[in-house]
């Protein structure tokens, strides 16, 4: 019997590898941690499970074997997908393994925001408690405006969330009619930019491509309210860095949290580190243990029912139909 070659990154949990050794048709091979033995292993591999390694047009044509691209997350933007769909090689991603737990990390930082618990703990700890006490005023979530930009996995449950909270979501996503939006408890907006006046909360929940780049810079923010919050736990290079820096220094916006930077990770010298008022996080937001383990078996799993013929369409993000029957 020969045994399809399966790479998979070395830090797969091991949830993922026990699925994956429960097949005496499979053999594991962990890959290597520099690019350059990567390209020299994938020519022999029959499918590939990664995590943030780049799989670029060179790798796909090297990669001949390749059957399946199973991704541990959700962010794309580390794939060319062009070319692996050209080269006919389906794209599987983490599903919704880790949503709930970037809803929950979304909200720990709103609500760090909000309540003021930076400056909160820090005061304490100088022996400023009564000045603190009397200076500083957190605010409530009930009853702001929160602008969810992005409804899929993630925002979708944001939405929830938010409702049960008391906010008042309102909700953009160009793949979603405003019935849907409606249906997910939001008032459906189109034009977003021009509600940012009226917005306590941003919250960013799409994905990094040509259209959202930037997409939060100078203009956005110099139009949304001074007391306003902004958070991205979605991808690097949405909010434009430099703009919000200013935006806060200049106190246009009340302040901001980051799980994810443009560059990762986010060396100690980058200007984001000295910024006043802004929480980061080590794009740490779906990086618990429950996540980790769960995103690892689904993906496993996905390669599994690859090659036994039953891969759900729906599992698979490059719009490439699945093969059907045991393959080879």
């Known amino acids: 019997m020969t045994k399809k070659m399966i790479l998979v990154f070395p830090e797969l949990h091991p949830a993922g590898r026990a699925v994956l050794a429960a097949r005496d048709d499979f053999e594991v091979i962990d890959a290597p ?112 405006k929160l602008l969810i930009l992005g409804l899929g996995r993630v925002g979708s449950r944001i939405a929830g969330v938010a409702n049960a909270l008391g906010l008042d979501c309102l909700g953009c996503d160009i793949a979603l009619s405003d019935d849907q939006i409606r249906t997910l408890g939001c008032e459906p907006v189109t034009d977003w930019r021009a509600r940012l006046g009226d917005i306590d909360i941003v919250t960013l929940h799409v994905p990094l491509n040509a259209k959202t780049r930037g997409m939060i810079g100078p203009a956005e923010l110099a139009r949304m309210k001074p007391t306003a919050l902004l958070i991205n736990c979605a991808r690097g290079g949405i909010v434009d860095e430099p703009a919000l820096i200013d935006a806060l220094t200049r106190r246009e916006i009340a302040a901001a949290g980051l799980d994810v930077t443009v560059r990762e990770p986010l060396p100690v010298d980058d200007p984001l580190v000295t910024c006043e008022r802004l929480v980061l996080t080590p794009h740490s937001a779906a990086g618990t243990d429950e996540t980790i383990g769960r995103t690892a078996a689904y993906c496993a799993q996905n390669v599994c029912d690859f090659f036994d013929g039953r891969l759900p369409a729906s599992h698979i993000v490059n719009g490439l139909e699945p093969p059907r029957g045991p393959q080879g």
């Open 33 to 144: 941690f520099d690019q350059d033995g990567i390209m020299r292993t994938i020519a022999d591999m029959d499918a590939y499970v990664v995590r943030n390694q780049p799989v670029d047009a060179a790798l796909v044509e090297r990669g001949r074997k390749l059957g399946i691209i199973a991704r541990a997350g959700v962010g794309l933007d580390n794939l060319d997908l062009p070319a692996l769909t050209r080269a006919g090689i389906v794209v599987c991603d983490g599903g919704t393994t880790n949503a709930q737990a970037v809803v929950e990390h979304t909200f720990a930082i709103m609500l760090m925001l909000a309540k003021q618990l930076p400056a909160y703990d820090r005061g304490v700890r100088e022996d400023r408690w009564k000045e603190l006490r009397e200076s500083l005023a957190a605010g409530e979530l009930y009853g702001k």
